[in-house]
């Protein structure tokens, strides 16, 4: 932990943003990356990692009008982000939540918006499934994710190779189910954005 430390030390002296190599992003435990923000968050800026930039490329090639919402009146660098994201950036399936849409609608969901007087039992069986390695529906694989971790379509459907809208109509197919509810604004969701 000391050897991480003392590299951000040094280098938040050298350049500002920080660029992390792979080598030390995947050093970097949960207890780390706490104690990175709570000593950093206030003026630290860092890229982010390098499989996250090939996910906002392939967000810009598969849906430009979000890109554009979230990086595209930036000045220097795209992909500069507040060392606050850190913990959420270390995560396997992690990432920058897109969450704050300002012109268009957001996907992003949280354990929160399930609603589980509807979902309970569903929930129970679809992870018996997935321990079963049975084959689930793009609505249900959505909705096990969102039980376990905040998560937006655009993250999901690069994961798991499937098309922006197949994603959209899972969200639909799981509203109209009444197992999640959708807030689409930046406003509603930000109590429910968790760093």
């Known amino acids: 932990m000391d050897d991480i430390l003392e590299w951000f030390e040094k ?23 706490n104690e990175l923000v709570q000593r950093y968050s206030q003026d630290t800026l860092v890229y982010l990692p390098e499989n996250e930039i090939k996910f906002f490329e392939w967000l810009k090639e598969n849906d430009y009008q979000v890109w554009e919402d979230l990086w595209g009146g930036v000045a220097e660098d795209p992909y500069v982000v507040s060392i606050s994201f850190l913990p959420l950036l270390i995560k396997k399936f992690g990432g920058f939540p897109i969450c704050d849409l300002i ?79 959708h807030l689409k604004s930046a406003e509603e969701l930000a109590k429910f954005v968790q760093f």
């Open 11 to 33: 280098e938040r002296k050298k350049s500002k943003p920080i660029n992390i190599p792979q080598e030390i992003f995947s050093q970097i435990s949960p207890e780390i990356a």
């Open 103 to 181: 012109n268009n609608d957001n996907y992003y969901f949280t354990d929160e918006m399930i609603i589980k007087k509807t979902s309970h039992l569903l929930l129970e069986t679809l992870r018996e499934k997935y321990l079963n390695r049975e084959k689930l529906t793009i609505a249900q694989a959505l909705l096990l994710e969102i039980s376990v971790a905040p998560t937006d379509i655009w993250h999901f459907a690069y994961y798991h190779k499937i098309s922006i809208e197949e994603a959209k109509m899972a969200v639909k197919e799981l509203v109209e189910d009444n197992l999640i509810v």
